[in-house]
């Protein structure tokens, strides 16, 4: 298993914290949404891999991005404003977020970038994105979501466990969590 160093952030005004946050999302947007599946869609053109047979992916693919972007962007306000940090494990939040997305699915932004991801593959028409994505989802799974809860664990203790045992993982519940009825 991968070790990852997991570090609150400093204090800092929330514009601060934002700021940070959106550049970090801009960045991984680039790489993760852009760079890396243009370089599986050439390689596919270059070894004359097929498409996918889909009809209107362009709207199915928008169907899939303009939600799951705002997801993205709603839970990254929450871990700036609520959490004070950021998502980055080395300058993580400071405070446990359990409002906003995170009421609904303990890792929204895990989602919201595997959902954009997966409608990048459909406006591509690639297969190759889309086993990226499956991969990208299992890696995140395997090796960055244990750490992660793991210190989650030790910061905040009870508080998360709690929230642990009432929000899941990957399925939204429809009722939502709340941290004062569950304690």
Known sequence: ??????????????WWNLLKTFGQMLVFWALFLWVFPQWIGMAESS????RLPMRLSGLWASVLL?????????SAWAMS???QGTP??????????VTGPY????????????????????????WGVLAYVLVGGVVWNTWARPPEECDLEGRFGAPYVRYKSHVRCWIPTLTGYRA???A
């Open 1 to 14: 298993m991968i070790r990852q160093s997991f570090r609150p952030a400093r204090p800092a005004p929330t």
């Open 47 to 50: 070894l004359d891999s097929p």
């Open 66 to 74: 303009v939600p799951a972007s705002l997801l993205g962007l709603w």
């Open 81 to 83: 404003v609520i959490g």
């Open 88 to 97: 980055f494990p080395t300058d993580t939040a400071r405070q446990l977020v």
């Open 103 to 126: 009421r609904f699915v303990r890792n929204p932004m895990a989602i919201a970038g595997l959902t954009q991801a997966f409608g990048v593959g459909l406006y591509l028409g690639s």
């Open 180 to 182: 004062e009825a569950s």
